[in-house]
């Protein structure tokens, strides 16, 4: 049985300026790879001495080498061709961001889909040298996969998105698979497709008046997301396989709401991770009562602290909230962490890294007075 930690992030922390700076000189020609990587391995060791100082014991590279949190899939695949994401689905407490805030780049495959060198393993070598205890990969479950499918360019390979999702399976189990390989013994599966399951809105903007129906969206992301799980406990029963649930979190911006009700049951009852890391910031996530559904054993880690804006939570209302989701859950079985990264994609949220260390410190504290 892995052990309880009771203090967590779930990935991403703000990028330096002078590492986005030069991903743009990158960009431009103006900077060697070689050059880029070693600005990329001194953010990350920055990023782990900050957690470190925080308190966090669970360590992530701060995702420093991806320009979005869904880079460790896209930018390791061959047979996609570069597309513009949608910007007009972001929303923030004070109204829509402008377009060019919430921009980043996705793929579309155009052909059979393969895969090239894994930016994981890059992640993971680095980490398993530099890092100062257990740390973590996180990964884009393949249950995503619907994202990369546009029928313009991908019908004439993959008639359907599912069709696709049978290879996107496979090639993320041999990445899984290779990660263990490396001694890797703590995975993060960050699964946004629920979002459209219990967000009508979003479903719509999202896929258009075609969207499949939500229970046929529910039955093919609890399929794959259990079959990824099943194949890393199946390759190393000790794995700590950890999932990721937000509503959005791109520049301090948001995509959908709605309660864990309509997906609790199949979700909580059919994916077998060790540890649901689940939104719960703000009333947008609904209550905790889904919670009832949780399997006995299994590690709620409680998103209440926001990582979209500064505004540091008070610690008697996280002590509160986590009070109220013990009346489903053990005690004992609950943690603390921010609802989503710092920097889900490269630009970051609209907060300053002392921020981020604060938000970080109030995580662990509270930690530290709840379960000693």
Known sequence: MPAIHHAEHVGSLLRPPELLQAREARTKGELSDGELAKLEDDAVLAAIRLQREAGIEIFTDGEMRRATWMAGLLESLGGVVPVEAPTSAWFRDDGMPPPEETAFQMVAANAKLAQKAYLTAVEADFMARHAPGQFKITMMSSSMGNLLWRPDLSRAVYPTPGDMM?????????????????????IQLDSLSYNMVFDADFRARLMGPDAPAPEAILDATVAVDAELVRAAKAMDPDVTVGMHICRGNNRSAWMSSGGYEPIAERLFGEVPVDRFLLEYDTERAGGFEPLRFMPQGTTVV??????????????????????????????????????????????????????????????VDTAQKVWG
Do not use: H, M
């Open 166 to 186: 049978r290879d996107l399976v496979a090639l993320r189990i041999k990445e899984i698979e290779d990660l263990l390989g490396r001694g890797v013994n703590w």
């Open 302 to 363: 409680l998103g209440l602290v926001s990582s979209k804006v500064p505004r540091l939570e008070s610690q008697d209302e996280l002590r509160r909230r986590i009070d109220e989701a013990a009346k489903y859950v053990p005690l004992e079985n609950l943690a603390i962490s921010p609802q989503c990264g710092f920097a889900s994609t490269a630009r970051g949220n609209l907060l300053t890294v002392d921020d981020e260390r604060r938000k970080l410190e109030l995580v």
